[in-house]
């Protein structure tokens, strides 16, 4: 597995934080996705069955969905699962002549989360928004107090004059869980991000946040996947380890790795929070098992506290 990649999967930095050499860090500090262009792999193509539960689909197919950094990798890979459901996502992106070059031809609608007058009219008519921004600098207009902390905020207030009825956050297991002795600017992004959830808990809009451990560009549908409060999680050593595996180990082992989970399976649970009950007004960590997938998501979710994440 690439040496970022490796990263991403310990310290659980998920859509909010990548790959990094933009950073100023080496890319072996591994930091940070971009806003709209959350990656540089593109995303993997979700299978023509979503494999959601019948009830989420329909539910999917009558909800108004909005995904903020919808160009992103993760944020394209959520809306390539919501339109394989029979939904019709909208996609927030700040050029969408570039996102539709990048990704496709889908519903493109220009906005910025750092400039909060942009927002209003993309988020009016929404039910449900999706929030999978994030950026790849630490510092100045584009930095992740600017985009992860500040671009949350004016995303729920957006929300909140627009009638959303809820906001689904990615953040990432180490946001909750942050290593001792990381990187100082690997640390500040995590409490940049940390903070976000803060403001989403107590904004007044019912949220979920997905703290998915490191995203790995497999196929999903295999493994079962796990939703679990971050304080009944436990890091493994791997995941602890600073030592970057064979490039591709990861992506082709025949279990997938502990502490990772495959992009499709995140976007089929950001879809299956966006409507489900059982999510809302919870944070919770996604990971992938090594067993075949069984996903009881509501039954796992009823062992999640309501009100983690303030």
């Known amino acids: 597995m690439r040496t970022a990649q490796r990263l991403t999967a310990i310290w659980g930095i998920a859509a909010a934080l990548g790959a990094a050499a933009a950073l100023g ?26 494999q959601l539960p019948a009830r989420t689909v329909r539910e999917l197919r009558h909800t108004r969905v909005l995904v903020v950094g919808g160009s992103g990798r993760n944020g394209s890979a959520i ?34 989360v750092t400039e909060p007058a942009t927002l209003d009219a993309a988020f009016q008519g929404i039910d449900v928004v999706i929030d999978a921004a994030a950026t ?5 207009p584009n930095g992740t107090e600017a985009v992860d902390r500040e671009g949350v905020r004016n995303v729920v207030a957006a929300a909140r004059r627009a009638g959303v009825k809820r906001i689904l956050l990615i953040t990432g297991m180490a946001v909750a869980l942050p290593p001792a002795g990381g990187p ?8 940049a ?23 790995l560009d497999r196929p999903g549908g295999a493994f079962g ?23 591709g180990e990861a992506e082709h082992a025949p279990l997938p790795p502990r502490g990772t989970i ?14 489900d009950p059982s999510a809302v007004n919870r944070a919770f960590v996604v990971t992938q098992t090594q067993t075949p997938a069984r996903d009881d998501w509501s039954q796992q979710l009823a062992r999640v506290p309501v009100g983690t994440g303030r």
């Open 25 to 50: 860090l080496a890319a072996s500090q591994g930091l940070a996705a971009a806003q709209d262009m959350n990656a540089i792999q593109p995303a993997l193509a979700p299978p023509a069955d979503p």
């Open 79 to 112: 809306v390539a699962v919501l339109e394989a459901a029979g939904a019709h996502p909208e996609a927030l992106t700040r050029d969408p002549v570039k996102a539709r070059e990048k990704r496709g031809d889908h519903a493109w609608v220009q906005g910025d």
């Open 136 to 140: 790849r600098e630490i510092e100045g």
């Open 184 to 191: 100082p600017a690997m640390l500040k992004a995590f409490a």
């Open 193 to 215: 991000k940390r903070e976000s959830e803060r403001i989403l808990a107590a904004g007044g809009v019912p949220y979920v946040i997905l703290r998915p451990t490191g995203i």
């Open 225 to 247: 996947v796990l939703l679990v409060d971050s304080a009944d999680y436990h890091p493994t050593p791997e995941e602890l380890s600073m030592r970057p595996g064979p490039p």
């Open 262 to 275: 495959a992009l499709p399976d995140l976007a089929r649970v950001a879809a299956f929070a966006a409507v």
